[in-house]
């Protein structure tokens, strides 16, 4: 990617064209800066963000909540318990 930019930088310095650092620069900033959402993130939310799958993973899901999600409304409809499934 690097080696493309310097590329592409040279050859637009040869046809006269300014090059477009500022652009380079923020479009690297939203690479690597991509999760600081808020201006003044601080290292612990970021850190948050990064182990949202991990915890998803502690915090198993009950049964319950499994049957409560929208898809299965059928299953919380209280004829399905006096069935005795």
């Not at 493309?4 to 310095?13: D, F, G, S």
């Not at 479009?27 to 991990?54: M, V, Y």
């Not at 009950?62 to 006096?82: G, I, L, V």
């Amino acid at each position: 990617m690097k080696e493309n930019y310097k590329n592409n930088l040279v050859r637009n310095l040869y046809r006269g064209i300014e090059p477009n650092v500022i652009g380079y620069v923020k479009a690297q900033r939203g690479r690597w800066l991509g999760h600081l959402k808020r201006e003044n993130a601080s290292i612990e939310n970021t850190q948050n963000d990064f182990d949202k799958h991990n915890r998803r993973e502690k915090e198993k899901r009950k049964t319950q909540d499994k049957m409560e999600h929208r898809s299965n409304k059928k299953y919380t409809r209280p004829w399905y318990y006096q069935l005795g499934r």
